[in-house]
């Protein structure tokens, strides 16, 4: 399997604090079954200040340390990037880097609020041939209402990430139930830890895998954990990947989110 959404890189963000937690995450995620993890720490301007530069010499680093301690894993680049007007930009320079050096960038919107005009920083990315990875939608409360958004970026052809954690109930009742309705959708490209440490958010790709196969079958969680994941370390065209499982949402329900999404817009202000 490849992980390909980990904050493994330590003392960097939220995720682990010091080398002996990363070294213990990244043995908890070779002992599942994980042969290749991208280390993806926030870069968020004022919060996480990571760089491209600064991340490359530190998952370098933390590889000599897996390697030393006879981990069999391997490390490779990519960053969490929060939504930024200047993300193409930031991609081009080399300050925000895709998974792996690839076409294909992790995106995190904020999780309670949908920002204006999110669509077009999507498409933005996707007009100037990267592909954008929604991360964890499925924990995302203003999700839950905005089904038409989520319609639209799959079609114009970004991606989607769910949480393994998600799956087995981690992150309580309602972003379980958002990851199986988004997966018995075909709505879901891609599922990884973003393991953050080893007790609270641990990586837990085998036991998401185990429940993948009883959600959507075996073939489909091996698409989900390691086909599309591989396609994106390949840096393949999205087109050379398997289709998703696409079930197309329905029109009445589509205009019903719309109609309830504009309203509570509406009332907050």
Known sequence: MFDLHCHIIPGVDDGSPDLET???MAQMSASEGVRVIACTPHILPGVYDNTGPDIRHRVQTLQSQ???AAIDCRLVVG?????APDLVGKLRSGLV???HDSRYVLVEPPHHFLPPNVDRLFFDLLAAGYVPVLTHPERMSWADHNDDL???LIQAGAWMQVTAGSILGGFGQRAKRRAEQMLSQGWVHIVASDAHNTEHRPPTMGQAFRALCDLVGFDEAENLVKVRPGAIL????PDSAPALPYREPNAYDLKAET?????VRHFRG
């Open 259 to 263: 109609f309830f999404a504009r309203a």
């Open 22 to 24: 990363s070294l213990a």
């Open 66 to 68: 897996l390697d030393a």
């Open 234 to 237: 390949e840096n393949r065209a």
């Open 97 to 99: 880097l895709g998974i």
């Open 79 to 83: 960053c969490d990037a929060h939504i």
């Open 150 to 152: 989520l319609y639209r």
